[in-house]
């Protein structure tokens, strides 16, 4: 039932680097495009960074200049790079794919599970 699988995050101290990583499963058949959600208590979910299947990419204005979204299509991963980390960084990162699990399905938003990343001043 767990499509995407994250992995990297925690803590590090601000100014410091971390690299979140996201790896689709076997029923993820076709991806189109991919992105990172980050998400604190009492707001609503915004979007970080995504990348189109063609490669074309957009950052919030918070994270432009500091994070780099990319993806590998033979690996099903999506990563994003997470470069000169602020406190005001810390939150729930969670990535969102659309995709498809056969070829004559429609595409739908696939989420990973989210995980803490804590960056302290």
């Known amino acids: 039932q767990v499509q995407l699988v994250e992995s990297g995050g925690g803590s590090v101290h601000a100014g410091g680097s971390l690299r979140r990583s996201c790896a689709a499963s076997r029923m993820i058949y076709r991806i189109d495009a991919m992105g990172w959600y980050r998400q604190t208590p009492g707001k609503q979910r915004e979007l970080v960074a995504s990348i189109t299947s063609a490669g074309i990419t957009n950052y919030s204005d918070a994270a432009k200049g500091r994070f780099t979204i990319s993806r590998d299509n033979a690996k099903k991963t999506v990563y994003l790079q997470m470069n000169s980390l602020k406190a005001e960084d810390t939150a729930v990162y969670s990535c969102?794919?659309?995709?498809?699990?056969?070829?004559?399905?429609?595409?739908?938003?696939?989420w990973g599970q989210g995980t803490q990343v804590t960056v302290s001043s």
């Open positions: 969102n794919i659309k995709a498809t699990p056969t070829d004559w399905s429609a595409f739908r938003d696939y």
